[in-house]
């Protein structure tokens, strides 16, 4: 069976990924410098190395002495708003970290790779749902680094035998257990329970946009959702030649009200949100077109949003 290196393995998302490769059977080496990821987080007798996405030689060293086969990409900085205000810093991490995992990845004869993009490189679709053959044209640095990546990515599958897949990932949510649930307060859901921990009421960024309710819509796909995507793109790449991007998302959208309701039902009570302000940045509404993931990969998610939401409720209250 097949080893994969899992950057950023450690993470919230890295820590659902490596569950799913080992439950397909695969072996994992976890690879993280642990400046976000837990060590907690990852099972017992997976291999750990310690190391920076930029140390090029402990990546060849892991690669070799691990025989890995394939690596999952994962390690990278997320936070669009962030991005604009240290966009040097979202650079050096997501291109210039990628660029020293293909260049070990060449060097060491690995020529598999699953490479975590994002819905972000469309910026705001002119249709919805958004296809892979949407224009590109992300609205962050953040974004950019990850379209530049995808680049790179497929540009080395062109220059030697790289087989790969870049996923473009939508809204991830949910847990799949208490103790792997997003530790980060970045996004919608565990904004909102961060507010309800503190007595505020939770905020909805604008209700003034051109969609049914008026707030925004996203495509929410539960993690462990995304994990399965992974394995499948995995599978792919071991079949034989991959070179493509893949959306992963559910294919439907949620408005900030919905979600506000369904986490309204799984805490028992009317959270109350206030509407205030847009918040710059925001596209009124993505979601994704999952018809070539479903074609190509046999991928399509099986989770819906009461049980992200359920599953990161619990998990929040486990760990707070
Ligand atoms: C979702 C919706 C907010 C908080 C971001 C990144 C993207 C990707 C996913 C990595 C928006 C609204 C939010 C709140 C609100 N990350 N909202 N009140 O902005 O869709 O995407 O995370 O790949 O790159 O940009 O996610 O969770 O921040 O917001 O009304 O307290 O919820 O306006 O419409 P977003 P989000």
């Known amino acids: 069976m097949t080893t994969w ?25 976890v690879y993280d410098d642990f400046s976000a990821g837990l060590a907690r987080r990852i099972p017992e007798g997976v291999p750990i190395v310690e190391g920076d996405v930029h140390d090029a030689v402990t990546l060849a060293h892991t690669m070799r002495s691990h025989e890995i086969d394939g690596v999952v990409h994962l390690a990278a900085k997320k936070a669009a708003g962030e991005s ?16 020293s995992v293909l260049e070990a990845m060449e060097g060491t004869g ?18 919805n749902p958004v296809t892979e053959d949407e224009p590109l044209r992300p609205e962050s640095p953040y974004g950019e680094t990850k379209v530049v990546g995808e680049w790179m990515v497929r540009d080395a599958g062109v220059a030697w035998d790289l087989s790969w897949a870049s996923l473009r990932y939508f809204n991830v949510a949910g847990a799949g257990s208490d103790a792997l649930g997003d ?22 960024f604008g209700d003034d946009y051109p969609t049914p309710d008026g707030t925004c819509i996203r495509d929410y796909i539960h993690v462990q959702d995304l994990a399965d995507a992974h394995v499948a793109a995995a599978e792919r790449c071991e079949a034989g030649r991959c070179a493509d991007v893949f959306n992963v998302g559910r294919g439907e959208g949620s408005s900030v009200h919905e979600v506000m309701g369904v986490i309204s039902a799984a805490v ?21 077109s999952t018809s070539r993931i479903e074609a190509e990969l046999g991928w399509r998610a099986t989770r819906d949003l009461p049980s992200m939401v359920e599953s990161a409720w619990s998990a929040w209250q486990a760990n707070h």
């Open 110 to 127: 690995v020529r598999r790779m699953v490479y975590s993009s994002s819905a972000a490189v469309y910026g705001t679709p002119a249709v």
């Open 268 to 288: 028992g009570r009317d959270i109350a949100p206030e509407v205030v302000g847009r918040r710059a940045g925001d596209p009124p509404a993505t979601f994704a």
């Open 84 to 99: 604009v205000d240290l966009p040097l810093y979202y650079y050096r991490e997501n291109v210039v970290g990628l660029l």
């Open 5 to 29: 290196l899992v950057t950023g393995g450690a993470g919230y998302i890295g820590a659902h990924v490596v569950r799913a490769l080992i439950d397909s059977g695969r072996d994992v080496v």
């Open 183 to 204: 530790t980060s307060v970045n996004n919608l859901i565990p904004m909102v329970f961060a507010a309800l921990d503190e007595g505020r009421r939770p905020q909805v």
